[in-house]
């Protein structure tokens, strides 16, 4: 949940306005893109399953031809930083969305919007929306306002006692056998009622302290019967949510986060589970898994899949699967998961950090995902018509976000030839058959106008004590060239010296308080169309050639 929080937070303002489509005209501003984004939420009308809604960052997008294209919805001015988008299992045009500090519906399918009180306290903190699948009309909101319960479909509420909680839950489901039965989360703590949200006991079972379980639960089509997943490992509860025992842990090399479980819609033994590193379904009770999220990720993404935070799986097909990712967005398979396709045309949420104009081709545009963390993105966007569209620029360029694009002013007689660097960081990535690309220090250089991409980190310092690199850098921020340092001819070749700034890091000894430097915050190459460049292959273990880069003080 809060690594949610700060991945709305930080984008929210630049995504919003990425996502809210503008008049053209002078001294006005529009956008064309570039498309993609992180999905958290999966809306899908039980009726007309072409029908699909997704919850991003800062908007809603509907589909109405399975995700091949998307407008965007007019939820609410200023309703950036949207949190839950939940639709009525009874009515696929009825819709609930919340902002944190208030809830809007829509009952005619996403067209018009409206924001509820009906009782509820404005501001009201609520970061949790659940239907009752069983009662048309039920609703619950959670949050910091308290735990509240409609009977209306959300024009009027009262505020229930929820006598038991220590929290108020950030996840709430409901069972789908057994009216007024709850389950809701809050980090290691998971709760369950039997009378609709008035009074809550903790489930047993669970092992507390340390094992997240945020939203990695299901109620699965057998009635009593409960997953959990938390820390590579899956519980099992038979008497709906009042105890739970361990299954099994996931037999994958890596599991990652396990974000959400997706039970089959008929069959008990078969569930999916979505984690920061991919999707897996299990056919045997949980017994195995096999990995099914090959393919939802990136033209940058190598052999490494992104995150799924959102999956819903078709009731009449459950080959056919939605799934929203990681700053990636959205994508459909109709095989199960063995090829997916990536559906992203209208839905504009990437988070832009970076930008450049090709100085004499203006036509080139140049925009760089910004705030990736530990997961594949797109890195860098191009555009050949002066951002009417965009194409993810380069599958050898290993960056997860970037802060600057430097254009090389000596190399632009051709844009095809034209010298780029491109400063951000480069997160180490993981797959769930356990092998790692490491990490680097974020700073990148193409000479072929963007086309392809080689890492210059040599010289910036890496920590590699669990077996792979991850920067010490952290974060670089801002790079600049000399303009006096051109090369031959006569001082008119590419620029020679560089110049780079972030984060740095300092570690302090915990007995005695002396402070180590692990990276300075700026550094500087003399020779970075030389040396320097190491391969864009994956590596498990260090992979490093002489280094041309130094720190400045």
Not at 225 to 242: E, H, P, Y
Not at 283 to 291: A, H, L
Not at 400 to 429: E, H, K, M, W
Request: some cysteine.
């Amino acid at each position: 949940m809060y690594r949610h929080l700060l991945q709305l937070a930080v984008p929210s303002l630049l995504a919003l306005v990425l996502a809210v489509p503008a008049q053209a005209g002078p001294g006005v501003w529009t956008s064309s893109g570039p498309e993609g984004g992180t999905i958290f939420e999966i809306a899908v009308d039980p009726a007309q399953p072409a029908t699909v809604f997704l919850g991003a960052q800062s908007a809603v997008h509907k589909s109405t031809d399975t995700g091949l294209t998307w407008t965007t919805l007019n939820v609410a001015p200023y309703a950036a930083v949207l949190n839950r988008l939940r639709m009525s299992p009874h009515d696929g045009d009825l819709l609930l969305v919340t902002n944190f500090w208030q809830i809007f519906r829509s009952t005619d399918g996403g067209s018009n919007w409206s924001a509820l009180a009906g009782g509820l306290p404005v501001p009201g903190g609520f970061s949790e929306l659940a239907f009752d699948p069983t009662t048309p009309g039920r609703v619950w909101a959670s949050g910091s306002a308290g735990f509240w319960q409609s009977l209306d479909d959300g024009d009027t509420w009262t505020q229930l006692p929820a006598t038991g909680l220590t929290s108020m839950p950030l996840h709430v489901v409901a069972d789908p056998h057994v009216p007024g039965r709850l389950l809701g989360s809050y980090g290691e703590e998971l709760f369950r009622s039997t009378d609709a949200g008035a009074t809550w006991t903790a489930a047993t079972g669970l092992p507390g302290s340390g094992y997240y379980i945020n939203g990695a639960f299901a109620f699965t089509s057998t009635p009593g019967m409960v997953l959990v997943g938390t820390q590579g490992s899956i519980f099992r509860s038979v008497d709906g949510g009042a105890s739970f025992s361990l299954l099994a842990a996931v037999d994958l090399p890596q599991v990652g986060a396990i974000r959400r479980i997706q039970a089959h819609p008929s069959d008990p033994s078969v569930w999916w589970i979505a984690t920061n590193v991919g999707l897996a379904r299990t056919n045997d009770g949980g017994m195995s898994y096999s990995v099914v999220g090959q393919g939802i990720r990136p033209v940058a993404g190598g052999s490494y899949d992104n995150g799924v935070n959102a999956l819903f799986v078709r009731p009449d097909d459950v080959n056919t699967l939605y799934a929203g990712a990681d700053f990636t967005g959205f994508y459909v398979t109709h095989d199960g998961g063995t090829s997916w396709s990536r559906r992203n045309t209208g839905l504009r949420q990437a988070a832009i950090r970076a930008l450049a104009v090709h100085p004499t081709q203006p036509l080139w545009v140049f925009a760089g995902y910004g705030d990736a963390f530990d997961t594949p993105s797109d890195g860098l966007f191009r555009s050949i018509d002066r951002g009417g569209s965009w194409f993810s620029a380069s599958p050898s360029l290993e960056a997860s976000g970037l802060r600057t694009i430097l254009v090389d002013p000596n190399t632009t007689s051709s844009p095809f030839s034209t010298t780029l660097y491109a400063a951000g960081y480069g997160q180490p990535l993981f797959s769930m058959s356990g092998t790692v690309r490491d990490g680097n220090a974020g700073v990148f250089k193409s000479s072929d106008g963007g086309a392809t991409w080689s890492t210059i980190d040599n010289g910036i310092p890496f920590q590699t004590s669990a077996g792979y690199k991850r920067s010490y850098f952290n974060i670089a921020r801002t790079v600049v060239a000399d303009p006096s340092s051109g090369g031959a001819p006569a001082g008119t070749g590419p620029l020679q010296t560089l110049y780079l700034s972030g984060s740095g890091s300092i570690s302090y000894d915990y007995n005695t308080g002396v402070p180590t430097v692990n990276a300075a915050r700026i550094y500087k190459s003399t020779t970075p169309a030389a040396t320097g460049q190491r391969p864009t292959t994956a590596c498990r273990f260090p992979c490093m050639t002489p280094s041309p880069i130094k720190a400045t003080r």
